[in-house]
């Protein structure tokens, strides 16, 4: 489920989610 996309540049720093029952597969949640 996706609300809004946050675009991201390369070198940008972010917050990611990971999934507790696939930790290959994250979130990103926040872009600094």
Do not use: H, Q
Request: proline residues 0%; aromatic residues 12%.
């Amino acid at each position: 489920m996706r609300k809004f996309r946050i675009r991201l540049g390369v070198g940008d720093e972010v917050k990611v989610e990971i999934s507790t029952y696939d930790l290959t597969k994250g979130r990103i949640t926040y872009r600094y």
